[in-house]
């Protein structure tokens, strides 16, 4: 009997899947040189965009020489980038196949993904399988009918609505175009609304689906701070008077990532701005409700307690963080005439909102007070809990006090913000660093940490995030040619 050879273990092979040219990269890049040594803030920037999604696993990069004509940098320098990813785990280069994208292999004993950091995603809010059983029980009458629709359910219409008028803001069921979620009535408006270079001012750091959004509808962005201690208003209406924007988009209530909140004051200065200049205000609520220990409602915009002046502002907003994600149900809120341009400009992208997930949506909004309790209550114990892990485990961190919202936007005290991420993956903890929250490649001080999981999670992510600070070297210096953290 002849025995067959032992098969070596594979060695892990870079197999390309796709490839991105110099030109794509670059567009990518953004603003990625704003730090010292160069190479290696192009090879942070590769790893954020790698850990975000935005480049995937298995794309093979630009050749060396073709991406420093591209950039205007030396070869030598995006060697040295090459050559910091590949050290970290991060590109496999091989002759002939060039060099291939892939994420460091987990650490022995440690799963791929421990702890997801990345999504600010609540559980289901406790009490909604109760509804969507009731619901589902009605589900043979919804099959009678199409089960979609374009503008929504008049009954969920009505219930949002009143929520408006019950919160100071007088509207009716002709103001509300049910959405696929907030999302979706960002892009829709953006669409709608936005010719290519039009002019758009948005906070930075900010939620970066919406700028994606924006930008894909031709907006030209301009940005203007928000931090953890709120907005500098007077920067904020002075870059109105002075970029004349055709849109704005806030967050003006727990602010994603800052947690920032404005009071009224602020809002009637940016609404007046805002009307004076011809600037249309997108306000995005999808965080609003999301009150930990607000004391009283929150702040409404003048325009939208006004009938004068209406058609400068458009909110939208949306049940995935209330409730829960996996419920597509958002809105958009603003003058009839302006919903009837979103709904004709609709179909093109989307052909309207399930049936079955809105009658989930009125169903909840019937015991929405009760449900907002039940998740300021789980959100207030997660971010209990993370603050004092956070000061107690890191206690040269910034850690800020929020009151509502998902996460914490915390700030390092050194740019190490995507070198700390990257170290966070192969210990099994997704993250997402800083300057994917910046539309200015910025925010390397920063971190975003979400308080959305349960506690084994948050005692277990932040064991991780402390060892793999700790695996960090110190801030590199200017010309240093050593990788700032070779051992990842
Ligand atoms: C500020 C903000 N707006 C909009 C969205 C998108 O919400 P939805 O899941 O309803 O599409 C998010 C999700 O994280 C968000 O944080």
Known sequence: MTSTPR?????????????????????????????????????DRIRLLLSDGRLATHTRLPAERELAEELGRSRTTIVAAYRALRESGHLISMRGSGSVL?????????????????????????GLDEIVRAVADRAPTVLEHSGFDLVGQQRLRESIAARYTEHGARTGPDQILITLGAQNAIALTARTVLRHGDRVLIETPTYPHAYEALRNAGGRLVSTPVTTTGWEIDHLVSAIERVRPELIYLIPDFHNPTGSSMNAEQRERVIASARRNGALVLIDETTADLDIDRPDSPPTFPSLTTTRDADTLVSVGSLSKTIWGGLRVGWIRAEPAMISRLITRRPA???????????????????????????????????????????????????????????????????????????????????????????????????????????????????????????LDPVPTPGTQTPPHPML
């Open 7 to 43: 098969r070596r273990q594979a060695p892990r092979r870079p197999l390309a899947r796709s490839r991105i040219g110099a030109r794509q990269l670059a567009t990518l890049l953004g603003e990625w040189d704003s730090a010292e040594p160069v190479y290696a803030a192009l090879s």
């Open 102 to 126: 892939v994420l460091p292999r987990a650490l022995p004993g440690r799963s791929a993904l421990e702890v997801d950091f990345a999504r600010s995603v609540p559980a289901p809010v406790a």
């Open 349 to 471: 992208d989307d052909l309207g909102t399930p049936v079955i997930e809105q009658l989930i949506a009125t169903r909840v909004l019937e015991c929405y007070d009760l449900l907002l309790t039940r998740r300021a209550d789980q959100l207030r114990a997660g971010r209990d809990l993370l603050v004092s892990l956070l000061r107690t485990s890191l206690p040269d961190w910034r850690i800020p006090d929020v009151h509502g919202g998902l996460a914490l936007w915390v700030e390092l005290g050194a740019p190490l913000s995507s070198a700390l991420a990257s170290a966070c993956q192969p210990r099994g903890v997704r993250i997402t660093a800083g300057p994917r929250f910046g539309i200015d490649g910025a925010r390397e001080r920063f971190i975003r940490v979400p308080f959305t999981a349960g506690a084994d999670h948050l005692e277990r992510g932040v064991r991780i995030l402390r060892e793999a600070w700790e695996s």
